[in-house]
Protein backbone atom coordinates (compact mmCIF):
# COMPACT_ATOMS: atom_id res chain seq x y z
CA UNK A 1 0.00 0.00 0.00
CA UNK A 2 3.02 2.41 -0.10
CA UNK A 3 2.28 5.80 -1.40
CA UNK A 4 5.02 8.31 -0.67
CA UNK A 5 2.62 11.07 -0.90
CA UNK A 6 0.79 10.23 2.10
CA UNK A 7 4.18 11.07 3.65
CA UNK A 8 4.84 15.18 4.52
CA UNK A 9 8.27 16.00 4.49
CA UNK A 10 8.37 16.25 8.12
CA UNK A 11 7.24 12.92 8.37
CA UNK A 12 9.51 11.31 5.86
CA UNK A 13 12.34 13.41 8.03
CA UNK A 14 11.55 11.88 11.16
CA UNK A 15 11.14 8.60 9.82
CA UNK A 16 14.64 8.69 8.10
CA UNK A 17 15.95 9.97 11.75
CA UNK A 18 14.27 6.89 13.30
CA UNK A 19 15.41 4.31 10.59
CA UNK A 20 19.48 5.26 11.32
CA UNK A 21 18.97 5.15 15.10
CA UNK A 22 17.25 1.70 14.50
CA UNK A 23 20.24 0.82 11.90
CA UNK A 24 22.62 1.45 14.35
CA UNK A 25 21.06 -1.47 16.34
CA UNK A 26 20.11 -3.91 13.71
CA UNK A 27 22.88 -4.06 11.43
CA UNK A 28 23.76 -1.79 8.21
CA UNK A 29 22.30 -4.75 5.84
CA UNK A 30 18.54 -4.90 7.92
CA UNK A 31 15.74 -4.18 6.12
CA UNK A 32 14.18 -0.96 7.12
CA UNK A 33 10.38 -0.39 7.04
CA UNK A 34 8.33 2.60 8.69
CA UNK A 35 4.77 3.02 8.92
CA UNK A 36 2.69 6.04 9.65
CA UNK A 37 -0.92 6.41 10.56
CA UNK A 38 -3.05 9.34 11.28
CA UNK A 39 -5.22 10.24 14.13
CA UNK A 40 -8.79 11.40 13.60
CA UNK A 41 -11.48 13.53 14.67
CA UNK A 42 -15.10 13.31 14.24
CA UNK A 43 -17.33 15.53 12.76
CA UNK A 44 -20.38 13.56 13.41
CA UNK A 45 -22.08 10.35 14.55
CA UNK A 46 -20.84 10.03 18.19
CA UNK A 47 -21.28 6.74 19.91
CA UNK A 48 -22.85 5.28 16.53
CA UNK A 49 -20.09 3.05 15.78
CA UNK A 50 -20.18 0.20 17.80
CA UNK A 51 -23.90 0.08 17.25
CA UNK A 52 -22.48 -0.61 13.63
CA UNK A 53 -24.14 2.83 12.27
CA UNK A 54 -22.40 5.34 10.14
CA UNK A 55 -19.76 7.69 11.41
CA UNK A 56 -18.58 10.91 9.25
CA UNK A 57 -15.03 11.30 10.43
CA UNK A 58 -12.09 13.25 8.61
CA UNK A 59 -8.23 11.86 9.10
CA UNK A 60 -6.19 14.88 10.64
CA UNK A 61 -2.71 15.93 9.47
CA UNK A 62 -0.99 14.81 12.52
CA UNK A 63 0.13 10.90 12.87
CA UNK A 64 2.24 8.18 14.45
CA UNK A 65 5.24 7.25 12.92
CA UNK A 66 6.49 3.23 13.34
CA UNK A 67 9.98 2.35 12.44
CA UNK A 68 10.57 -1.27 12.46
CA UNK A 69 12.97 -4.23 11.58
CA UNK A 70 12.59 -7.75 11.63
CA UNK A 71 15.33 -10.67 13.74
CA UNK A 72 15.27 -13.87 14.75
CA UNK A 73 14.86 -13.60 18.24
CA UNK A 74 10.81 -14.44 18.33
CA UNK A 75 10.04 -11.47 20.42
CA UNK A 76 9.28 -7.54 19.46
CA UNK A 77 11.22 -5.19 21.47
CA UNK A 78 9.43 -1.36 21.27
CA UNK A 79 10.97 1.77 22.07
CA UNK A 80 8.80 4.94 22.39
CA UNK A 81 10.64 7.95 21.45
CA UNK A 82 8.72 9.83 24.25
CA UNK A 83 10.60 9.32 27.47
CA UNK A 84 7.07 8.90 29.33
CA UNK A 85 6.63 5.30 27.88
CA UNK A 86 9.38 2.56 29.07
CA UNK A 87 10.51 0.94 26.34
CA UNK A 88 9.30 -2.83 26.56
CA UNK A 89 9.95 -6.81 24.84
CA UNK A 90 7.37 -9.36 24.18
CA UNK A 91 7.49 -13.03 22.59
CA UNK A 92 4.94 -13.57 19.29
CA UNK A 93 3.15 -15.89 20.18
CA UNK A 94 -0.58 -17.28 19.59
CA UNK A 95 -1.84 -15.75 22.53
CA UNK A 96 -0.09 -12.57 23.64
CA UNK A 97 -1.20 -12.19 26.85
CA UNK A 98 -1.35 -8.15 27.67
CA UNK A 99 1.01 -6.01 30.07
CA UNK A 100 -0.94 -3.89 33.51
CA UNK A 101 -3.81 -2.22 32.42
CA UNK A 102 -3.02 1.53 31.31
CA UNK A 103 0.68 0.18 29.56
CA UNK A 104 1.31 1.84 26.18
CA UNK A 105 2.24 -1.08 24.61
CA UNK A 106 -0.55 -3.07 24.89
CA UNK A 107 -1.31 -1.09 22.00
CA UNK A 108 1.49 -2.82 20.09
CA UNK A 109 0.23 -6.08 21.70
CA UNK A 110 -2.65 -5.44 20.27
CA UNK A 111 -1.49 -4.74 16.87
CA UNK A 112 0.34 -7.93 16.86
CA UNK A 113 -2.44 -10.31 18.02
CA UNK A 114 -4.50 -8.31 15.67
CA UNK A 115 -2.29 -9.56 12.64
CA UNK A 116 -1.40 -13.07 14.13
CA UNK A 117 -5.28 -13.92 14.52
CA UNK A 118 -6.05 -12.38 11.18
CA UNK A 119 -3.63 -14.48 9.32
CA UNK A 120 -3.74 -17.60 11.43
CA UNK A 121 -7.03 -17.49 10.72
CA UNK A 122 -6.41 -17.74 6.89
CA UNK A 123 -4.04 -20.83 8.10
CA UNK A 124 -0.96 -19.07 9.33
CA UNK A 125 0.84 -20.59 12.00
CA UNK A 126 2.58 -18.60 14.65
CA UNK A 127 5.89 -19.95 14.07
CA UNK A 128 5.96 -17.80 10.46
CA UNK A 129 6.05 -14.38 12.34
CA UNK A 130 9.33 -13.08 13.29
CA UNK A 131 9.89 -10.32 16.13
CA UNK A 132 12.01 -7.50 15.64
CA UNK A 133 12.51 -3.85 16.94
CA UNK A 134 10.26 -1.17 16.67
CA UNK A 135 10.61 2.89 17.28
CA UNK A 136 7.16 4.48 17.83
CA UNK A 137 7.26 8.73 17.71
CA UNK A 138 3.87 9.99 18.05
CA UNK A 139 2.42 13.06 17.30
CA UNK A 140 -1.70 12.74 18.12
CA UNK A 141 -2.72 14.56 21.38
CA UNK A 142 -3.22 11.74 23.70
CA UNK A 143 -6.40 11.36 25.78
CA UNK A 144 -7.57 14.33 23.90
CA UNK A 145 -10.64 12.53 21.72
CA UNK A 146 -7.96 12.39 18.14
CA UNK A 147 -7.69 9.00 18.53
CA UNK A 148 -3.77 8.45 19.30
CA UNK A 149 -4.36 4.71 20.29
CA UNK A 150 -5.69 3.74 16.77
CA UNK A 151 -2.78 5.85 14.97
CA UNK A 152 -0.44 3.79 17.00
CA UNK A 153 -2.45 0.31 16.85
CA UNK A 154 -2.64 0.81 12.80
CA UNK A 155 0.84 2.22 12.41
CA UNK A 156 2.52 -0.71 14.80
CA UNK A 157 -0.05 -3.64 12.72
CA UNK A 158 1.68 -2.22 9.38
CA UNK A 159 5.08 -2.38 10.72
CA UNK A 160 4.64 -6.03 11.89
CA UNK A 161 3.14 -6.57 8.92
CA UNK A 162 5.91 -5.25 6.72
CA UNK A 163 8.58 -6.96 8.71
CA UNK A 164 6.94 -9.88 7.77
CA UNK A 165 6.13 -9.58 4.33
CA UNK A 166 2.42 -9.56 4.69
CA UNK A 167 0.48 -6.74 3.55
CA UNK A 168 -3.56 -6.10 3.21
CA UNK A 169 -5.81 -3.60 1.57
CA UNK A 170 -6.67 -0.32 3.83
CA UNK A 171 -10.30 -1.80 3.94
CA UNK A 172 -8.89 -5.25 4.91
CA UNK A 173 -6.30 -3.89 7.55
CA UNK A 174 -8.94 -1.20 8.50
CA UNK A 175 -11.28 -4.36 9.32
CA UNK A 176 -8.46 -6.48 11.15
CA UNK A 177 -7.59 -3.43 13.27
CA UNK A 178 -11.25 -2.62 14.32
CA UNK A 179 -11.48 -4.90 17.34
CA UNK A 180 -7.71 -3.74 18.59
CA UNK A 181 -8.96 -1.75 20.91
CA UNK A 182 -10.50 -4.91 22.47
CA UNK A 183 -7.59 -6.68 23.32
CA UNK A 184 -7.14 -3.67 25.92
CA UNK A 185 -10.53 -4.28 27.22
CA UNK A 186 -12.22 -1.00 25.22
CA UNK A 187 -15.58 -2.32 23.50
CA UNK A 188 -14.74 0.13 20.45
CA UNK A 189 -16.56 0.05 17.10
CA UNK A 190 -14.46 0.37 14.09
CA UNK A 191 -14.40 4.01 13.45
CA UNK A 192 -10.68 5.57 15.03
CA UNK A 193 -8.59 2.75 12.92
CA UNK A 194 -11.21 2.86 9.07
CA UNK A 195 -10.47 6.59 9.46
CA UNK A 196 -6.84 6.57 10.20
CA UNK A 197 -6.61 3.71 7.18
CA UNK A 198 -8.77 4.97 4.57
CA UNK A 199 -8.21 8.96 5.09
CA UNK A 200 -7.99 11.35 2.13
CA UNK A 201 -6.81 14.66 2.25
CA UNK A 202 -9.32 17.59 1.68
CA UNK A 203 -11.72 14.85 2.18
CA UNK A 204 -14.24 13.63 5.19
CA UNK A 205 -15.10 9.67 5.15
CA UNK A 206 -18.98 8.51 5.46
CA UNK A 207 -18.17 4.98 7.12
CA UNK A 208 -20.49 2.25 7.10
CA UNK A 209 -20.47 -0.98 8.96
CA UNK A 210 -21.12 -4.38 8.77
CA UNK A 211 -19.85 -4.48 5.74
CA UNK A 212 -16.97 -1.65 5.98
CA UNK A 213 -17.94 0.75 3.60
CA UNK A 214 -16.12 4.56 3.12
CA UNK A 215 -17.58 7.27 0.98
CA UNK A 216 -15.10 10.27 0.70
CA UNK A 217 -17.37 13.51 1.22
CA UNK A 218 -14.68 16.62 -0.14
CA UNK A 219 -14.64 18.67 2.75
CA UNK A 220 -16.11 22.60 1.05
CA UNK A 221 -13.55 24.63 0.37
CA UNK A 222 -14.83 28.19 2.63
CA UNK A 223 -14.99 25.47 5.65
CA UNK A 224 -12.59 24.95 8.45
CA UNK A 225 -12.01 22.75 11.50
CA UNK A 226 -11.02 23.65 14.98
CA UNK A 227 -10.29 20.97 17.34
CA UNK A 228 -9.69 22.74 20.65
CA UNK A 229 -8.50 20.06 23.63
CA UNK A 230 -10.56 21.10 27.46
CA UNK A 231 -7.00 19.48 28.97
CA UNK A 232 -9.32 17.02 30.71
CA UNK A 233 -8.26 13.51 30.24
CA UNK A 234 -10.54 10.78 28.78
CA UNK A 235 -8.65 8.29 31.15
CA UNK A 236 -9.12 5.71 28.74
CA UNK A 237 -7.96 3.11 30.71
CA UNK A 238 -9.78 3.56 34.19
CA UNK A 239 -13.55 5.45 34.87
CA UNK A 240 -13.91 6.21 31.35
CA UNK A 241 -13.56 2.64 29.95
CA UNK A 242 -16.57 1.67 32.62
CA UNK A 243 -18.67 4.91 31.51
CA UNK A 244 -18.02 3.88 27.62
CA UNK A 245 -18.59 0.30 27.95
CA UNK A 246 -21.79 0.73 30.09
CA UNK A 247 -23.28 2.54 27.00
CA UNK A 248 -22.37 -0.29 24.79
CA UNK A 249 -24.30 -2.61 26.85
CA UNK A 250 -27.19 -0.17 27.27
CA UNK A 251 -27.40 0.39 23.55
CA UNK A 252 -27.27 -3.22 22.94
CA UNK A 253 -30.33 -4.23 25.41
CA UNK A 254 -32.04 -1.70 23.44
CA UNK A 255 -31.38 -3.38 20.31
CA UNK A 256 -32.27 -6.57 21.48
CA UNK A 257 -35.67 -5.32 22.97
CA UNK A 258 -36.11 -3.35 19.80
CA UNK A 259 -35.42 -6.39 18.19
CA UNK A 260 -38.11 -8.43 20.02
CA UNK A 261 -40.63 -5.76 19.54
CA UNK A 262 -40.59 -5.99 15.80
CA UNK A 263 -40.15 -9.38 15.97
CA UNK A 264 -36.61 -9.38 13.76
CA UNK A 265 -34.24 -12.23 15.01
CA UNK A 266 -30.11 -12.36 16.07
CA UNK A 267 -30.01 -8.73 16.75
CA UNK A 268 -27.22 -8.29 18.77
CA UNK A 269 -26.54 -4.29 17.79
CA UNK A 270 -29.27 -1.26 16.80
CA UNK A 271 -27.91 -0.99 13.40
CA UNK A 272 -29.31 -5.00 12.72
CA UNK A 273 -32.82 -2.92 13.29
CA UNK A 274 -32.18 0.27 11.26
CA UNK A 275 -30.65 -2.02 8.17
CA UNK A 276 -34.01 -4.84 8.43
CA UNK A 277 -36.73 -1.89 8.77
CA UNK A 278 -38.56 -1.22 5.64
CA UNK A 279 -37.72 2.57 6.09
CA UNK A 280 -35.77 3.79 8.73
CA UNK A 281 -37.98 6.67 11.64
CA UNK A 282 -35.99 6.78 14.52
CA UNK A 283 -38.75 8.24 16.16
CA UNK A 284 -41.12 5.69 15.73
CA UNK A 285 -38.57 3.08 16.57
CA UNK A 286 -37.97 5.06 19.81
CA UNK A 287 -41.91 5.23 20.34
CA UNK A 288 -41.50 1.06 19.85
CA UNK A 289 -39.08 1.05 22.51
CA UNK A 290 -40.75 3.32 24.44
CA UNK A 291 -43.96 1.19 24.79
CA UNK A 292 -41.89 -2.14 24.91
CA UNK A 293 -39.50 -1.37 27.51
CA UNK A 294 -39.28 0.76 30.66
CA UNK A 295 -36.71 3.66 30.22
CA UNK A 296 -34.44 2.22 32.92
CA UNK A 297 -33.61 -1.44 33.67
CA UNK A 298 -31.51 -2.81 37.22
CA UNK A 299 -28.55 -3.63 36.56
CA UNK A 300 -28.48 -7.05 37.59
CA UNK A 301 -30.30 -7.78 34.14
CA UNK A 302 -33.44 -9.66 35.63
CA UNK A 303 -35.40 -7.31 34.43
CA UNK A 304 -33.78 -7.36 30.72
CA UNK A 305 -34.26 -10.81 30.78
CA UNK A 306 -37.69 -11.14 31.75
CA UNK A 307 -38.52 -8.31 28.84
CA UNK A 308 -36.52 -10.40 26.55
CA UNK A 309 -38.00 -13.33 27.76
CA UNK A 310 -34.46 -15.01 28.51
CA UNK A 311 -32.60 -16.41 30.21
CA UNK A 312 -30.93 -14.02 32.88
CA UNK A 313 -27.35 -15.73 33.11
CA UNK A 314 -27.52 -16.11 29.01
CA UNK A 315 -28.04 -12.74 28.75
CA UNK A 316 -25.34 -11.57 31.12
CA UNK A 317 -22.73 -13.67 29.67
CA UNK A 318 -24.27 -12.77 26.14
CA UNK A 319 -23.92 -9.00 26.68
CA UNK A 320 -21.13 -8.34 29.36
CA UNK A 321 -18.66 -11.09 27.86
CA UNK A 322 -16.52 -13.84 29.80
CA UNK A 323 -12.93 -13.69 31.03
CA UNK A 324 -10.66 -10.76 32.04
CA UNK A 325 -12.36 -8.40 29.23
CA UNK A 326 -15.74 -8.82 30.87
CA UNK A 327 -17.88 -5.90 31.48
CA UNK A 328 -18.37 -5.08 35.16
CA UNK A 329 -21.57 -2.58 35.71
CA UNK A 330 -21.23 -0.53 38.70
CA UNK A 331 -25.06 -0.74 40.66
CA UNK A 332 -26.65 2.31 38.18
CA UNK A 333 -29.49 1.43 35.92
CA UNK A 334 -29.44 0.80 32.89
CA UNK A 335 -30.38 3.63 30.58
CA UNK A 336 -31.85 1.93 27.33
CA UNK A 337 -34.41 4.75 25.87
CA UNK A 338 -32.23 7.43 26.47
CA UNK A 339 -28.89 5.97 24.99
CA UNK A 340 -30.92 4.61 21.63
CA UNK A 341 -32.78 7.92 21.33
CA UNK A 342 -29.47 9.27 20.66
CA UNK A 343 -27.67 6.95 18.56
CA UNK A 344 -30.53 6.51 16.63
CA UNK A 345 -31.38 10.41 16.47
CA UNK A 346 -27.54 10.89 15.45
CA UNK A 347 -27.69 7.90 12.66
CA UNK A 348 -30.30 10.56 11.17
CA UNK A 349 -28.28 13.51 11.42
CA UNK A 350 -25.12 11.61 10.13
CA UNK A 351 -27.29 10.81 7.25
CA UNK A 352 -28.63 14.41 6.76
CA UNK A 353 -24.90 15.90 7.46
CA UNK A 354 -23.08 13.60 4.62
CA UNK A 355 -25.76 15.58 2.04
CA UNK A 356 -25.25 19.02 3.47
CA UNK A 357 -21.36 18.68 3.68
CA UNK A 358 -21.41 17.57 0.36
CA UNK A 359 -23.25 19.98 -1.02
CA UNK A 360 -21.59 22.62 0.59
CA UNK A 361 -24.80 24.04 2.86
CA UNK A 362 -22.31 24.67 6.18
CA UNK A 363 -25.04 26.21 7.77
CA UNK A 364 -26.89 23.10 8.48
CA UNK A 365 -24.01 21.27 9.03
CA UNK A 366 -23.69 23.18 11.78
CA UNK A 367 -26.83 23.00 13.30
CA UNK A 368 -26.76 19.33 13.00
CA UNK A 369 -23.53 19.10 15.01
CA UNK A 370 -25.23 21.54 17.78
CA UNK A 371 -27.95 19.09 17.83
CA UNK A 372 -25.25 15.89 18.03
CA UNK A 373 -23.94 17.75 21.20
CA UNK A 374 -27.30 18.33 22.57
CA UNK A 375 -28.13 14.80 22.52
CA UNK A 376 -24.87 13.35 23.73
CA UNK A 377 -25.31 16.13 26.84
CA UNK A 378 -29.14 15.21 27.34
CA UNK A 379 -29.20 11.58 26.43
CA UNK A 380 -25.53 10.34 26.76
CA UNK A 381 -24.47 11.89 29.47
CA UNK A 382 -21.05 11.76 28.00
CA UNK A 383 -20.02 15.72 28.46
CA UNK A 384 -18.27 17.56 30.38
CA UNK A 385 -19.09 21.49 31.81
CA UNK A 386 -15.29 21.68 30.51
CA UNK A 387 -16.57 20.73 27.10
CA UNK A 388 -19.83 22.56 27.36
CA UNK A 389 -17.87 25.90 28.00
CA UNK A 390 -15.45 25.25 24.68
CA UNK A 391 -18.64 24.51 22.82
CA UNK A 392 -20.21 27.75 23.89
CA UNK A 393 -17.28 29.72 23.32
CA UNK A 394 -16.48 28.22 19.85
CA UNK A 395 -20.40 29.21 19.31
CA UNK A 396 -19.58 32.60 20.63
CA UNK A 397 -16.49 32.79 17.90
CA UNK A 398 -18.59 32.73 15.33
CA UNK A 399 -18.80 28.90 14.65
CA UNK A 400 -21.59 27.34 12.18
CA UNK A 401 -21.94 24.29 14.91
CA UNK A 402 -19.92 22.92 17.47
CA UNK A 403 -19.94 19.25 19.85
CA UNK A 404 -17.52 17.35 21.87
CA UNK A 405 -15.69 14.53 19.58
CA UNK A 406 -14.65 10.99 20.67
CA UNK A 407 -16.01 9.53 23.37
CA UNK A 408 -16.24 12.57 25.90
CA UNK A 409 -15.82 12.05 29.56
CA UNK A 410 -13.17 14.90 29.06
CA UNK A 411 -11.09 15.34 25.69
CA UNK A 412 -11.68 17.44 22.89
CA UNK A 413 -14.62 19.78 20.95
CA UNK A 414 -14.72 19.76 17.01
CA UNK A 415 -15.95 23.17 15.38
CA UNK A 416 -17.18 23.93 11.72
CA UNK A 417 -16.85 27.22 10.80
CA UNK A 418 -16.12 29.37 7.34
CA UNK A 419 -12.61 29.45 6.90
CA UNK A 420 -12.14 33.76 7.45
CA UNK A 421 -13.73 32.80 10.90
CA UNK A 422 -11.09 30.23 12.23
CA UNK A 423 -9.22 32.54 13.83
CA UNK A 424 -11.79 34.30 15.57
CA UNK A 425 -13.35 31.55 17.12
CA UNK A 426 -9.64 30.96 18.08
CA UNK A 427 -9.38 33.73 19.70
CA UNK A 428 -12.69 33.39 21.20
CA UNK A 429 -12.06 29.88 22.87
CA UNK A 430 -8.69 31.77 24.20
CA UNK A 431 -10.02 33.99 25.42
CA UNK A 432 -13.08 32.17 27.06
CA UNK A 433 -11.48 28.84 27.97
CA UNK A 434 -8.22 29.07 28.14
CA UNK A 435 -7.17 32.20 29.51
CA UNK A 436 -10.04 31.47 32.07
CA UNK A 437 -9.18 28.27 33.13
CA UNK A 438 -5.15 29.94 33.18
CA UNK A 439 -3.82 27.34 30.79
CA UNK A 440 -1.65 27.79 27.74
CA UNK A 441 -4.00 27.46 24.58
CA UNK A 442 -0.73 26.69 22.34
CA UNK A 443 -0.62 23.88 21.54
CA UNK A 444 -4.06 22.80 22.95
CA UNK A 445 -6.31 24.13 20.25
CA UNK A 446 -5.50 24.15 16.11
CA UNK A 447 -7.33 24.15 13.11
CA UNK A 448 -6.91 20.88 11.12
CA UNK A 449 -7.16 19.76 8.16
CA UNK A 450 -8.12 16.21 6.48
CA UNK A 451 -5.36 14.42 5.31
CA UNK A 452 -4.16 11.05 3.86
CA UNK A 453 -4.39 8.09 5.21
CA UNK A 454 -2.39 5.20 6.98
CA UNK A 455 0.64 3.86 4.62
CA UNK A 456 3.84 1.53 4.89
CA UNK A 457 7.03 1.60 3.13
CA UNK A 458 10.54 0.02 2.88
CA UNK A 459 13.42 2.61 3.49
CA UNK A 460 16.14 2.32 1.38
CA UNK A 461 19.73 1.74 3.43
CA UNK A 462 21.19 5.07 3.79
P1 LIG B 1 -12.12 8.12 21.29
O1 LIG B 1 -12.68 8.65 22.55
O2 LIG B 1 -11.72 9.21 20.36
O3 LIG B 1 -11.04 7.12 21.50
C1 LIG B 1 -14.14 6.36 21.14
C2 LIG B 1 -14.08 5.02 20.39
C3 LIG B 1 -14.72 5.12 19.00
C4 LIG B 1 -16.11 5.69 19.10
C5 LIG B 1 -16.07 7.00 19.92
C6 LIG B 1 -17.44 7.58 20.17
C7 LIG B 1 -12.09 3.98 21.27
C8 LIG B 1 -10.69 3.64 21.02
N1 LIG B 1 -12.71 4.61 20.27
O4 LIG B 1 -13.33 7.31 20.51
O5 LIG B 1 -14.74 3.85 18.39
O6 LIG B 1 -17.00 4.78 19.66
O7 LIG B 1 -15.47 6.81 21.20
O8 LIG B 1 -18.06 7.89 18.98
O9 LIG B 1 -12.62 3.67 22.31
Redesign the pocket.
Known amino acids: MTNRNAWQADELARAARLARELRAQVGADARIFAARAPGRV ?1 LI ?6 SGLP ?1 LPLAIDRATIVVAASNTSGELFVRNVDPTWPARTFRIERQILPFATGEWANYVKAAAQGVIDHFAARGASVSQFCGGAMIVDGRVPISA ?3 S ?2 ALTVSAALAFMAINSLELTPLNAAQLAARS ?1 WYVG ?1 R ?5 QAASLLGRRDHALFIEFDPLRVRSVKMPSDAAIVVADSLEI ?1 D ?1 SGRVRGE ?1 NRRVVECSLAARILGRALGFEHVRILGDIVKRVDRFDALQLIEILATNSPAELATDLNDAARVLGIDRDVLAHDLLGAGPHRILLDARPLKVLARARHVLGETERVRRAVDALAAGRLDEMGMLMNASHASLVADFECSTDALDALVQAARRGAALGARL ?4 FG ?1 SIVALCRAQDATHVIAQIDRDYYAKLGRQAEPARSILHAGPGADVMELAAA
Open positions: NGEHTDYVGLSSAETAGGMDAKYTGAGG
